[in-house]
């Protein structure tokens, strides 16, 4: 079974993807690209996208994600993206966000119009030597559900990989995922799909592969401050880290961070990342409410190694003060 990370914008920039390979997971998507700002973003916005296309040393598929409406822009996008060493070329018409789909046409909005998603998929098949894949939605909204039609479309038009979140664009992420679309979307192409949507554990994973038939599973939020996941699904048996693991994971994810983006801007982006490997922790919540006073690595450490030794003594009582008190 294929255990895939998710693309999730502001979330899977290298270091994340390289913790998801290192734990066990098949096959990693950038964050979404902007084919706009690849062709026509000037050196601002190349180089905003270059950050984002960075390959993590341990990722031996590299698969970037594409976002946008404009089939030309994107083929020429996606020459690029080839030219900077992708080995997969992955297609983002699922993203609900308005600015995305709204203001841009794109993400979710090509659920609406299948002709130019197929349109899309086979400029861009077309222009590159890469397999081009595609993430859909369910569809826009519960009487618009037509993954099924767009997956054919799709395969029709030249893509190699079909994933689907199993929600509609007005689900957002909530809600029980639709599993019987995945189904059908299965029994539509012959093309390999992913399912995606509500993976928290490995019950969740087998449920989804026994129900639909799906070739594997697509894991976003249940991999939030939990690489461990991607374990539980390589091994069939859900891993329930220590404290101390936790803090381990979070420490070198930080430093991994730093390397990639910079100290400033690692700091500031870290703090969602240290909620998400702490939360359930005796005091986090108090811990979490100082995160915003830490403006620097040293500080974010100092703060991180008071918390760590207060709960893993069994300080509780005193680890709630420990971000505010080194700030």
């Not at 993807?17 to 964050?31: D, F, H, I, Q």
């Not at 997969?88 to 002709?115: E, F, H, S, T, Y």
Request: charged share 25%; aromatic share 4%.
């Amino acid at each position: 079974m294929i255990t895939a990370l998710a693309p999730m914008a502001a979330v899977t920039n290298p270091p994340f993807r390289s913790l998801a390979v290192e734990y066990g997971c098949n096959l990693t998507v950038t964050e979404m690209v902007s084919s706009e700002a690849l062709v026509r973003g000037g050196a601002g916005g190349a180089a905003a996208a270059a950050l984002r296309m960075e390959r993590s040393p341990n990722e031996s598929v590299f698969v970037v994600q594409l976002f946008g409406g404009d089939p030309e822009v994107m083929a020429e996008a996606a020459r690029m993206v080839e030219s900077h060493g992708a080995d997969v070329i992955d297609v983002n018409m699922g993203c609900p966000v308005r600015k995305i789909a709204g203001r841009c046409n794109a993400g979710v909005a090509l659920m609406r119009d299948p002709p130019r998603a197929a349109k899309i998929i086979s400029t861009m098949t077309d222009a590159v030597r890469v397999p081009v894949t595609a993430k859909i939605r369910a569809g826009w909204d519960d009487e618009s559900i037509n993954a099924p039609e767009v997956a054919r479309a799709l395969e029709a038009a030249g893509a190699a990989m079909i994933s689907i979140h199993a929600r509609t664009k007005d689900m957002g992420h909530d809600g029980a995922p639709k599993l019987e679309v995945i189904r059908d979307v299965k029994w539509s192409v012959r093309v390999p799909v992913l399912g995606n949507g509500g993976v928290r554990t490995v019950r969740d994973a087998q449920r989804m592969v026994r129900e639909t038939g799906c070739d594997g599973v697509m894991i976003g939020r249940g991999a939030h401050g939990n690489p461990w996941i991607f374990r539980s699904m390589r091994d069939a048996l859900d891993v329930q880290p220590s404290w101390r693991e936790r803090f381990d994971a979070l420490e070198r994810h930080l430093v991994l961070y730093v390397q990639h983006a910079g100290e400033h801007r690692a700091v500031r982006e870290f703090r969602k990342h240290v909620v998400w490997y702490l939360t359930g922790l005796p005091g986090c919540a108090a811990f979490r409410g100082g995160l915003g006073q830490l403006d620097s690595l040293a500080t974010l450490q100092d703060a991180l190694a008071r918390y760590r030794e207060a709960v893993l003594s069994g300080r509780s009582a005193h680890a709630s003060n420990d971000a505010a008190s080194a700030s």
